[in-house]
């Protein structure tokens, strides 16, 4: 049971370029996220999806878009790379219950944009 | 909007002794679920202890124990008997039944010195 895969786990970016991260779950989740975490700081939520085909904003979209196609996939997109979005990227999964399900994450993407 | 406070940046324990992490939350539902997430070194996040809003009793795992005080919107970490392998960012989290999303405090950075 792999549980939550992210890829790439290290990124150097341009400013200006854009990229793609991934993220796909093999657990059957409703609900998938992407949070991003700066040095010494704690999860902000960017985007989250409660099922294929939704999704909706969460504190800090500016910059980024996401799809959900299917169950398993949930990509994140950054456009116009920037400084700012230097930062460690987490995709975390969980079933859809009465709110008390756990998270389960992937390992992280380390994006340092330059 | 829901909001998760963590105001402690960083506290220093010795071994075996023990340590009480702050959360305060807001929320005007009724039926939600707290967590405690442990970050190590290894960005790996780990749950701690979870709570149901509706339960009164004070969840307990192990060494770790929570004191809920739902009037006061108050989620505190106690950590007993403190050991190495505690040192990791420790993250409140507030998840709502009626909403999907799962939103974290700042961290708290736990210390263990010999």
């Known amino acids: 049971n792999a549980g939550v895969t992210q890829t790439p786990k290290f990124r150097i970016l341009k400013i200006g370029q854009s990229m793609t991260l991934q993220c796909t779950q093999d657990m059957n989740h409703n609900y998938m996220y992407w949070y991003r975490q700066d040095p010494g700081m704690g999860l902000k939520l960017i985007y989250y999806?409660?099922?294929?085909?939704?999704?909706d904003k969460g504190e800090v979209p500016n910059g980024y878009n996401v799809s959900r196609s299917t169950t398993e996939d949930f990509p994140l997109r950054l456009e116009l790379a920037a400084p700012s979005q230097t930062s460690v990227y987490f995709c975390?999964?969980?079933?859809?219950?009465?709110?008390?399900?756990?998270?389960?994450f992937g390992s992280g993407t380390q994006l340092s944009v330059l | 909007a829901q909001t998760v406070t963590q105001s402690q940046p960083e506290m220093s324990v010795q071994e075996a002794e023990t340590v009480t992490l702050s959360c305060t939350y807001d929320t005007s539902e009724s039926n939600y679920y707290l967590f405690w997430y442990k970050q190590p070194p290894s960005r790996q996040m780990i749950l701690v202890i979870r709570?149901?809003?509706?339960?009164?009793q004070n969840a307990t795992e192990n060494r770790f124990s929570v004191n809920f005080q739902k009037a006061a919107k108050s989620f505190s970490l106690k950590i007993s008997d403190s050991q190495l392998g505690d040192t990791a960012m420790y993250f409140c989290a507030l998840s709502l039944h009626s909403w999907g999303k799962f939103q974290f405090g700042a961290g708290t950075q736990v210390v263990v010195t010999p």
């Open positions: 999806s409660v099922g294929a085909g939704i999704t």
């Open positions: 709570q149901e809003a509706y339960k009164q």
């Open positions: 975390a999964s969980r079933r859809k219950g009465q709110g008390g399900e756990k998270l389960f």
